[in-house]
């Protein structure tokens, strides 16, 4: 089975505080994504990426940023964390670099910022 | 900019009743379609998808209906049981090589 694994499933953090949000897939696949879901607004696509070192901007971009070194793995990160960015961070894979198909989701990582 | 979105945000059905899970999109070159099935303190699972040369598409006690005329697809759930509670996504695949998710209906399974 496609595992999609989310370093942390709860942080809390204080405001200005640099996040770290690791995910990493064990099937080899090329897309990877990062969703932040709300109560009432659904998933919004934050960032993606295609390829190891290639990213793009989602719907939702700012004040996040995402590395991707190697192909596992893609990170988010919030330079300085602000009360509004307290949600639940999904992250996803999917194979076939830039065809749309099956997402695979990870457990999810709720982060709150005080 | 182009939407995904779910008629009713909540839906309450009677274990062993059918549920329709209904959903809008607007990009009328939007040719492939996901629903997905989350369930508390998870993250959302694939149930069945569907491509624009289809109207119809039937998996394990669900099917999805498409109706490309008025933008609209829907999902069917047979004999609908408590394990089916969730809270159910339809997703626009697309929208630039990504997908774009639905705001969500939280089916309630009443014993």
């Known amino acids: 089975d496609v595992k999609v694994t989310q370093s942390s499933r709860y942080l809390v953090k204080r405001t200005g505080e640099k996040v770290f949000l690791e995910c990493v897939q064990d099937?080899?696949?090329?897309?990877m994504f990062w969703y932040r879901q709300d109560p009432g607004l659904g998933l919004r696509l934050i960032y993606f990426?295609?390829?190891?070192?290639?990213?793009e901007k989602g719907d939702i971009p700012e004040g996040y940023s995402v590395s991707r070194e190697k192909k596992e793995r893609f990170s988010l990160i919030l330079e300085s964390a602000s009360t509004n960015q307290t949600s639940m961070y999904l992250c996803?894979?999917?194979?076939?670099?830039?065809?749309?198909?099956?997402?695979?989701f990870g457990e999810g990582s709720r982060l709150t910022v005080l | 900019g182009e939407s995904v979105g779910l008629h009713l945000p909540t839906l309450s059905v009677q274990e062993g009743d059918n549920s329709i899970i209904n959903c809008a999109y607007s990009?009328?070159?939007?040719?492939?379609f996901i629903w997905y099935k989350q369930e508390s303190g998870k993250g959302p699972q694939f149930i069945i998808d569907?491509?624009?040369?289809?109207d119809k598409r039937q998996g394990q006690r669900v099917t999805v209906l498409l109706n490309k005329t008025v933008k609209h697809l829907s999902l069917q759930i047979a004999a609908t049981q408590p394990g089916d509670s969730a809270v159910y996504f339809c997703?626009?695949?697309?929208?630039?090589?990504?997908?774009?998710f639905g705001q969500g209906t939280e089916l309630s399974v009443k014993p």
């Open positions: 990009n009328s070159a939007s040719d492939y």
């Open positions: 996803a894979s999917s194979p076939g670099q830039g065809v749309v198909g099956e997402l695979f």
């Open positions: 990426s295609y390829d190891v070192k290639m990213k």
């Open positions: 997703a626009d695949g697309n929208q630039g090589g990504k997908l774009i």
């Open positions: 099937m080899d696949h090329e897309n």
């Open positions: 569907i491509r624009s040369n289809m």
